[in-house]
């Protein structure tokens, strides 16, 4: 590429990972050049795997997926040991013992094999099969049954967490048993997303969905687009919050309506908590500026900056992760040129001063669109709401009134004038007083229809307020 600079990429290499850079293989994918030369150099480079086919089995889940005829598919390593057919492996994680059906290699499709070697990858089936893709742990350890105290459970085991959740609804209610099916079906190869029933009095029957993070999200919204052909309404990415109370009673809460509102008696004394991210930031020296003043907009605390020779900058900020998810490596991106690289690790809970944000039509919250904002976002947010939200509205025969609000505390305020009747059209030379008498009814008609009339909002009006 015209952007390509190989020596400064050498240098780097021996200046931050003290690497021989002679030892280098120019590869091109584009052109082909020294493709040929590539994996030969894997082989000779890279390590053989170290194991002992004596010892006790011991064998790490590096992956899985979901076959309707066999149950769950594992992938997994062998560090010692051997497995086979007929083997009855159990899970460090879980404590369910299973029995083997098949072994073998990926070649790179599926070859059965009569037995896996330490060292070797291969994948494993169980007979009966693994029903639930929730028991395959990635990074969890097997042994055979009675070697449980002769082997050590592989280092490093954790759960995946979700970090952001959103409430996803189907664009039209009668597909809602279609889209059930499809996100069940996606849900069973990707262990990570949680799931639980949801329902809006705006946008109906609908998912309460959980992600590793916002790309996680986006791509589960084109797969159930690309592979099921399925349209659904994804709401504004939220996180996690915390709510230790006076008693010291905490909850974890991941919906925005199950958080307390701000002239709520039992919220008073609580304290709030949200996650934070500790993001890494490369960026070349001509866009720091841009990228500190990002960070800086999005409540980030600065850890450190290093400056690294071919003018590149790493910075590390503390930064809540609702800014994170709110499409904050989209930014960076545009402010950057597409030269900044974001990486992120969880730094836990931060107390910090939040509420809750609802819109308001004809004082009637819209529970769709509620979120959980720092208290310097109110002002900002209420404002962008009630303008955006009021494009997309349709007008009634009465006013409507659209407003932003924390609590009893009104933010902003648009409102959306209604269809008017020309009540003195067919007067011609009529007196004064005739003229005030139509003109009053037409009031009293007015406030009559405000008090009984209800807001008709489209479900296209949510989609698309929600839309990006």
């Not at 919906?255 to 004394?269: C, E, H, L, N, Q």
């Not at 001509?286 to 020779?309: D, K, N, P, T, V």
Request: glycine share 8%; proline share 5%; with cysteine.
């Amino acid at each position: 590429m015209a952007a390509a600079d190989v020596p400064r990429v050498l240098e780097q290499l021996e200046s931050t990972f003290e690497l021989d850079s002679s030892k280098a293989i120019g590869v091109s994918a584009k052109t082909g050049l020294n493709v040929k030369n590539l994996l030969p150099a894997i082989v000779d480079t890279i390590p053989a795997p170290t194991g002992d086919t004596a010892k006790p089995l011991r064998m790490l889940l590096v992956d899985s997926w979901y076959d309707s005829f066999r149950g769950v598919v594992c992938l997994v390593r062998l560090f010692d040991g051997t497995v086979k057919a007929g083997d009855q492996p159990v899970s460090f994680a879980t404590g369910q013992k299973y029995t083997v059906g098949e072994v073998g290699i990926r070649y790179p499709t599926q070859v059965p094999q009569t037995v896996l070697r330490a060292g070797q990858v291969g994948y494993i089936f169980f007979n009966p099969g693994m029903k639930k893709i929730q028991d395959a742990k990635i990074g969890d350890t097997f042994t055979t049954v009675g070697s449980e105290d002769a082997v050590e459970p592989y280092p490093g085991f954790e759960e995946p967490k979700p970090m952001v959740f959103v409430a996803a609804f189907p664009t039209d209610p009668a597909d809602y048993s279609r889209l059930s099916d499809s996100i069940s079906q996606l849900v069973l190869n990707d262990r990570s997303i949680t799931l639980y029933k949801d329902h809006s009095e705006a946008l109906g029957a609908g998912w309460r969905v959980g992600f590793l993070g916002s790309l996680h999200c986006s791509v589960f919204q084109d797969r159930l687009r690309q592979e099921y052909g399925a349209s659904v309404i994804i709401t504004e990415p939220a996180v996690q919050t915390k709510v230790v109370g006076r008693n010291g009673e905490e909850a974890v809460l991941q919906s925005p309506a199950d958080f307390p509102d701000v002239d709520d008696s039992k919220t008073r004394g609580s304290t709030f908590y949200e996650p934070f991210v500790l993001a890494t930031i490369t960026v070349p020296e001509e866009y720091l500026g841009r990228a500190i003043e990002l960070c800086e907009i999005s409540r980030g605390e600065q850890e450190s900056i290093e400056f690294f020779q071919g003018m590149q900058v790493i910075i590390k900020y503390r930064i809540p992760t609702a800014q994170l998810v709110d499409d904050l490596f989209g930014k960076l991106k545009g402010a950057t040129k597409g030269y900044a690289t974001l990486d992120y690790e969880d730094a836990g809970w931060r107390q910090s001063d939040l509420v809750k944000l609802q819109l308001l039509v004809n004082k009637q919250p819209v529970d769709a669109i509620a979120r959980v904002v720092h208290r310097s976002q109110v002002e900002r947010l209420g404002r962008q709401w009630v303008t955006k939200f009021k494009e997309h509205v349709q007008r009634q025969m009465f006013e409507v009134v659209i407003q932003a609000a924390v609590g009893r505390k009104i933010i902003a305020r648009e409102t959306l004038k209604p269809f008017r009747k020309d009540v003195l059209a067919k007067l011609h030379a009529s007196d004064i007083t005739r003229r005030k008498k139509l003109l009053e009814k037409q009031k009293e008609g007015r406030k009559k229809l405000r008090a009984v009339g209800n807001v008709v909002i489209e479900q296209e009006a949510f989609q698309r307020f929600l839309a990006k």
